[in-house]
């Protein structure tokens, strides 16, 4: 038996759009999904109990990060990375490839895995796909990522076939480690930069070695808006449509709407809580940076629309001024409302879906918010 498992439960007949549970160790999850995104095993300024109030389902930890400090051994110890930080939901770990290969000018890869230097005191450190996966069991989290190369964009046919083949080998091989197979499941990772050949020859092979979900990865790099679309479509068309798709790194408004539309279950992002430090805030009505002067003096809710712990109780005069002071209540306050604005848009959604008007919703949302390129 799978520990995880997905059951699809309306298709949106207006848009083809779906609805499914995710059925995980820690509790049942609904989808489409928006998962906050804990690096540190904590959700930056936000509490376990704050993000039970938000709605928040299945929480992400960075294997990379909690493989530094404090060690996965140490949270092995506490019993599991929902008992060291004190979230008793599901929880996904990352595989640590995003970060060391965001470390560019410091890695060498070989078909073992990847050495790099560490961040915190420059020693050298190897990360292999058994090695990912044994730290990944030792955190615990319910969702386990394989290990995989995310490239750059652009990158040539030449580097992005060979780059795939490996992270396929690779995936093969972290399956193959997992030492808790009925409590851990491990979901393989389509890459294949933007090339339709080459994501859907990844996707295939993939779905031959039955992992339990799929990810989408290789987004989010920098590549323009309807390109993430085009290797998203790719990706998500050729994986079997009773499993769950994540797309990997997606947090804003626009393109969590339009992954829905192309059978997108899950997504996360820093994004909330990255805005949140800055001031910036997301609204029914669009975004708005509260440190701008006009907020000094205007005494209404953040989000008239909005019902999270920020809207209900405080103004946008007070956000103003403890942004305003470098005040860390203002950043908590913000941060909240940014995840719980996603948690709710996701409830808006799947309601959209089950009453068969997920188009005209998404179309609505578009049309009421206010985007720059880079979208909401």
């Known amino acids: 038996m799978n ?17 499914g549970i995710i059925h995980t160790p820690h509790g049942d999850v609904e989808t489409p999904m928006f998962m906050p995104v804990g690096t540190q095993a904590t959700v930056k300024f936000v ?7 938000a709605g928040a389902g299945i929480v992400l930890a960075n294997t990379y990060h909690l493989w530094l400090r404090p060690g996965d051994d140490i949270v092995a110890k506490a019993g599991g990375v929902q008992k ?26 070989s ?35 394989s290990f995989d190369e995310c490239i750059p964009y652009p990158a040539d046919r030449e580097y992005a076939e060979q780059s795939m083949l490996r992270t396929l080998r690779w995936a093969e091989r972290g399956k193959n480690a997992n030492t808790r197979p ?9 890459q294949g930069g933007d090339y339709e050949d080459l994501r859907k020859y990844c996707a295939d092979k993939l779905v031959e070695m039955n992992f339990p979900g799929y990810a989408i990865g290789g987004t989010s790099v920098g590549e323009d808006k309807e390109t993430m679309v085009r290797m998203v479509r790719w990706s998500s068309e050729n994986l079997p449509y009773d499993k769950p798709r994540y797309l990997m790194g997606v947090g804003a408004v626009n393109d969590l709407l339009e992954a829905v539309s192309l059978n997108i279950d899950m997504c996360d992002c820093v994004l909330p809580t990255r805005l949140a430090r800055h001031g910036t ?57 940014n995840i719980r604005f996603l948690l709710k848009l996701m409830e808006d959604v799947r309601q959209a879906i089950r ?7 998404k179309n609505e949302m578009l049309t009421t918010m206010k985007f720059d390129e880079r979208g909401f």
Do not use: W
Not at 85 to 108: E, I
Not at 127 to 138: T, V
Not at 300 to 315: E, G, H, I
């Open 47 to 53: 509490s376990p109990e704050e993000l039970y109030d």
């Open 182 to 190: 009925d409590e851990q499941a491990i979901f393989g990772i389509v």
């Open 281 to 337: 805030l997301m609204t029914s009505q669009g975004r708005i940076n509260i440190r701008k002067a006009r907020f000094k003096d205007d005494f209404t809710p953040l989000d008239p629309l909005c019902d999270c712990y920020c809207c209900r109780n405080y103004t946008r005069a007070y956000l103003n001024h403890l942004h305003r002071t470098n005040e860390g209540f203002g950043t908590r306050l913000m941060s909240i409302h």
């Open 355 to 361: 009453e068969d008007r997920y188009d005209d919703f």
């Open 3 to 19: 520990p995880v498992t997905f059951e699809v439960t309306h298709v949106c007949r207006q848009s083809g759009a779906r609805t």
């Open 111 to 145: 078909e073992e895995g990847v050495t790099f230097k560490n961040v915190l005191n420059g020693d050298r450190l190897f990360l292999s796909p058994e090695k990912s996966i044994q730290i990944q069991n030792n955190i615990g989290a319910d969702i386990m990522m």
């Open 84 to 109: 060291f930080m004190n979230y008793h939901g599901p929880m996904l770990t990352d595989s640590g490839g995003f970060q060391v290969f965001s470390l560019a000018d410091t890695r060498t890869i």
